[in-house]
């Protein structure tokens, strides 16, 4: 699986779904302009790019959204998130309009590209707007049922697609965590495209696993329900710790050890491959197996 497949699953589904549904408008900012020629070629009058000016584009798709349409958004990560975070929180948050933005690039997946191309805080800065939702699909399946599920539910949404994917696709549902398995040593929260990372470290760990693609609006009814003893390891694929007011409040009352697992808060400056950088950044299996072993006295 790699962001080609959910990239290429994205296309799939907002082009299907301008066929079923007249309500959608896409605005690009010179990003898949070529993969989506058809949804311009058949609809040019909800078709739209604005070339390199990813404010623009939000502020396009806001009129759109006031005008009744339900506007598609689409670019690289930081552009989208980074560059445009004043429209999206003035534009559609503040003016409670309903919008999908639709990233790829996540964290480091443009991996020699340097900063500019990537967003390894892209999330903490989007829960940072009250009314955001943020979707981090596990695979391009995944992609596919989140958005069918929310694109049109008058919120303003984020979707997060990445090169790192599950290989194994799960019945997710839109705002909801799902069960993966229970254990009784502690809880495992994985968020997308960690939860194949995460079943690999932890095989032989007696812990409940459950895995969240749906960040905001957090479903914390099922934390409660399934919380097994009183430490919870969060696994993010981005800059550690997004969660932990979530989870916290979820379990507000308990006795809690928390345990955020994600990328490092500090800026990447190492070139390579993404798999290089997982390592640079401590983000892979034997990582990740021995951070929660450590939480688990597994290991001295």
Do not use: W
Request: glycine content about 6%; proline content about 4%.
């Amino acid at each position: 699986m790699s962001q080609t497949m959910m990239r290429n699953q994205m296309l799939e589904t907002v082009t299907k779904l301008f066929q079923e549904d007249e309500r959608l408008a896409l605005v690009l900012a010179d990003i898949s302009v070529a993969a989506l020629d058809p949804i311009f070629e058949q609809y040019p009058e909800r078709a739209f790019n604005v070339g390199i000016m990813e404010q623009t584009m939000i502020g396009v798709a806001a009129g759109l959204a006031l005008e009744g349409f339900i506007p598609v958004a689409h670019t690289i990560a930081p552009f989208l998130v980074e560059r445009a975070f004043e429209q999206l929180k003035i534009d559609f948050c503040y003016q409670q309009l309903g919008g999908n933005f639709i990233s790829i690039g996540a964290s480091y997946d443009y991996s020699t590209e340097g900063a500019t191309h990537q967003a390894p805080g892209d999330v903490a800065v989007l829960k940072s707007l009250p009314a955001m939702q943020i979707v981090v699909p596990g695979s391009a399946e995944e992609f596919d049922r989140l958005f069918r599920a929310s694109y049109a539910n008058s919120a303003p949404t984020y979707y997060r697609l990445s090169t790192s994917a599950n290989n194994l696709n799960q019945s997710v549902e839109f705002g909801k965590l799902r069960l993966i398995r229970k254990g009784k040593q502690a809880t495992v929260l994985a968020v997308g495209p960690t939860l194949e990372r995460v079943l690999a470290a932890v095989k032989d760990m007696d812990v409940t696993v459950l895995y969240c693609t749906t960040v905001a609006p957090f479903d914390g009814i099922t934390l409660r329900q399934n919380f097994t003893g009183d430490r919870l390891i969060v696994v993010e694929p981005y800059y550690a710790g997004a969660l932990v007011p979530d989870v916290m409040q979820a379990l507000a009352g308990q006795s809690v050890q928390l345990t955020s697992i994600g990328l490092p808060h500090q800026m990447l400056r190492s070139y390579g491959t993404v798999a290089q950088l997982d390592e640079i950044a401590g983000f892979t299996v034997a990582s990740i197996r021995e951070q929660i072993a450590q939480v688990l006295s597994l290991v001295k």
